[in-house]
């Protein structure tokens, strides 16, 4: 088993600050969970680099498609238990493998908002877009990654980890 454990990263927070943007990533984290029927906005996976530094924090390589940043990005960033739930995942070098070919295929390309918005409309995804979720899919290697929301993995994917 690999040291640098993998997690999916589950948003459950409220972002901080004022102003229009901040109004409206609240306003989109609410539409999120009102749509998905759940406590969770985003996801990602994440691989722990450190443990704890001087401020009690863990740093994490986080990989998803983020509607913020653009699409599919990677960045280091703590995930405070305030604001993020973290499920730990196989950390196998397999698993690792996995995540950096699918990261190699997807790197760089856009958000697809059509997409988040067919997990609940049924609207069709775009195959050179992505959305938080089917990204994280994708890399779980699970079916029909386009359907599913940050509240659906939560739910199956610590199932996945007692299959394994």
């Known amino acids: 088993?690999?040291?640098?454990?993998?997690?999916?990263?589950?948003?459950?927070g409220r972002r901080d600050g004022s102003g229009w943007r901040v109004w409206c990533a609240r306003a989109t984290d609410w539409l999120t969970r009102a749509l998905t029927r759940g406590q969770y906005s985003h996801c990602e996976i994440a691989v722990r680099l450190t443990e704890k530094n001087n401020g009690g924090q863990a740093?994490?390589?986080?990989y998803s498609a983020s509607i913020r940043d653009g699409g599919v990005r990677v960045k280091t960033m703590p995930l405070p238990a305030a604001k993020w739930d973290l499920i730990q995942m196989e950390s196998t070098s397999e698993a690792h493998e996995r995540l950096q070919r699918v990261w190699a295929e997807t790197r760089g390309q856009g958000y697809d908002l059509r997409g988040a918005?067919?997990?609940?409309?049924?609207?069709?995804h775009n195959r050179r877009r992505w959305f938080c979720s089917e990204w994280c899919a994708?890399?779980?290697?699970?079916?029909?990654?386009?359907?599913?929301?940050p509240n659906d993995l939560?739910?199956?994917v610590p199932a996945l980890k007692r299959q394994a």
Do not use: H, N
Not at 117 to 124: C, I, P
């Open 59 to 62: 740093a994490y390589q986080c």
């Open 1 to 12: 088993m690999s040291e640098r454990k993998i997690y999916l990263a589950l948003y459950k």
């Open 138 to 149: 994708t890399a779980l290697e699970l079916p029909d990654c386009w359907r599913w929301s």
């Open 154 to 156: 939560a739910a199956i």
């Open 117 to 124: 918005l067919g997990v609940t409309f049924g609207l069709r």
